[in-house]
């Protein structure tokens, strides 16, 4: 409880600094983009953003890639120590990247113009958030489908309930679906195209 305890404290020390910064960002435009033009805090910004951003990404694809190869060993200590091990970086990384992402991604699109009018970065920004939901909507739901059957199990069973094994082969494709759409903000960044923003598609 004690290890859980001290990750929930640090997410949300993370989730303070976005709130501040965007509340920040709000009420005190002027003074926030003049900041963010600086040289030195460009450069801290784009590199919390691109670190936080690509480490995200890594553990996303590594735990998946992870959790379906201990699929192939048929080994109940194998694939249950994969999954806690899993499940524990993405507590322990997973949140606090998400924010550091975001915090620095913000930061930069206040020194280059408004976030949803700029063609790639808003489609980027839904991308995004479009990933996000399908973790939300799809990941953790079966995370719990995963405890819940984990402890429904003895001790010395020697297998693994053949719903458990269905679930996390569900979650590998929940992870594509999840990775997916990063790769293609990544694609985004780098290329920058001029596509039409998102601010426009309605219109």
Request: proline content about 3%.
């Amino acid at each position: 409880m004690k290890k859980y305890r001290s990750t929930k404290i640090i997410l949300m020390i993370f989730l303070g600094l976005m709130a501040a910064m965007i509340l920040f960002a709000v009420f005190f435009r002027d003074a926030f983009v003049s900041l963010m033009q600086k040289p030195a805090l460009v450069a801290h910004a784009r590199f919390v953003h691109i670190l936080a951003a690509s480490a995200f990404v890594f553990n996303a694809v590594i735990g998946m890639i992870w959790e379906r190869q201990s699929l192939k060993t048929g080994s109940k200590e194998v694939i249950l120590y994969t999954y806690h091990t899993v499940t524990l970086l993405d507590s322990l990384l997973s949140s606090p990247l998400i924010v550091l992402t975001l915090i620095g991604g913000i930061s930069l699109s206040f020194g280059i113009g408004e976030l949803m009018q700029i063609g790639w970065l808003s489609v980027s920004f839904l991308l995004f958030l479009l990933s996000g939901v399908v973790w939300v909507i799809s990941d953790i739901p079966t995370q719990y489908k995963v405890k819940r059957l984990l402890s429904s199990m003895r001790a010395e069973d020697q297998t693994l309930p053949p719903e458990l094994i269905r679930v996390m082969k569900q979650r590998s494709w929940i992870g594509i679906a999840g990775v997916l759409p990063l790769i293609a903000v990544f694609a985004l960044m780098i290329y920058q195209p001029n596509i039409i923003a998102v601010a426009d598609w309605f219109r």
